[in-house]
């Protein structure tokens, strides 16, 4: 029963990362379960038994980066005392160095266009991004910036970043990221805010 257990959850990632690679070289319309069939030499059934359609695992495949790209921010915010060190722990949680390559870029950028402009509206986000959303919501009230749209503001220069990142084929630097977030978001508050990761031309 093991052995059968860990071949199905092996399957279950191959689909997943081959998705992930279409996404990367293709966008969303490269995305297709014949060619998630090809790319890991397995039958449509086999691709059906496991998933329901494209749509389940192209949601599939944008919930696991989202809880990645915000599992390392949340779990250093337990050691942000002030908001101020908060917001600069999510800031460098989210260009967190491993998750700075090209098929995450990629796959972002995709959800992004997926939730917005496919689905409407971003009620229908993974549960990490809405919790980020709300997170950076609350802190930018607690530190003095009253306007509704901060957050929502914060989240969409993000997204540009990476997708300057992803199409820039490393014009853009991680620490550039970094810098550029810091930046928006202290003229928005108007003061600095503690930062680990050094300044890039420092």
Known sequence: MGKVFSRTAQRYTDILNAAAELLREGGMGAVTTDRIRQRINVSLTTVYSHFENRQEILEEVFRDTHAKFYATAEYKLQFARTSE??????????????????????????????????????????????????????????????????????????????????????????????????????????????????????
């Open 85 to 202: 060190e908060q917001l600069a722990t999510i800031i460098e949680g989210i260009f967190a160095e491993e998750l700075f390559t090209e098929t995450h870029m990629h796959i972002w950028i995709a959800s992004i266009n997926y939730y917005l402009y496919c689905q409407g509206q971003f009620s229908y986000a993974p549960e990490a991004h809405s919790r980020a959303v709300e997170r950076t919501r609350r802190l930018f009230l607690e530190l003095g910036d009253k306007d509704p749209d901060a957050s929502p503001q914060f989240w969409a220069f993000v997204d540009g970043l990476w997708l300057h990142a992803a199409l820039g084929k490393g014009s853009l630097s991680r620490d550039k990221c970094i810098d550029r977030t810091f930046a928006f978001t202290e003229r928005r508050l108007g003061r600095k805010l503690p930062r680990k990761v050094k300044a890039a031309d420092e």
